[in-house]
């Protein structure tokens, strides 16, 4: 079974920063690009960044680029999301994402809260 495992959160006042990290198991980690989503109350689920699986090249929603920076560490099998310069937009609960290289399974950690106070 694939889970996926976000750590990380907390409550960080305007211009601070946070580290997030996802813990994946059950699958190659090397076979999977692993995305970062948010939801913020009332709105919709919105995709934050995307990290391939071989050459670890990363997309990042216009909202966040050059603020927040994805990595992952295919070893620790590890997925991180540097989130920096931090607005109080920025509050949401931030998942990551994991889609099955075979099945087409999406798979989704249970989240974690990102407060940001002005």
């Known amino acids: 079974e694939v889970q996926l495992v976000e750590s990380g959160g907390g409550l960080v006042q305007a211009g601070g920063s946070l580290r997030l990290s996802c813990v994946v198991s059950?699958?190659?980690?090397?076979?999977?690009?692993i995305g970062w989503f948010r939801q913020a109350p009332g709105k919709e689920r919105e995709g934050v960044s995307c990290i391939s699986n071989n050459d670890a090249r990363v997309l990042t929603a216009e909202a966040v680029k050059g603020r927040f920076t994805t990595s992952r560490d295919n070893d620790k099998m590890m997925v991180y999301l540097q989130m920096t310069s931090l607005k109080p937009e920025d509050t949401a609960v931030y998942y990551c994402?994991?889609?099955?290289?075979?099945?087409?399974?999406?798979?989704w950690g249970q989240g974690t809260q990102v407060t940001v106070s002005s």
């Open positions: 994402h994991a889609e099955h290289p075979v099945t087409r399974t999406n798979y």
């Open positions: 059950g699958v190659t980690f090397a076979d999977v690009a």
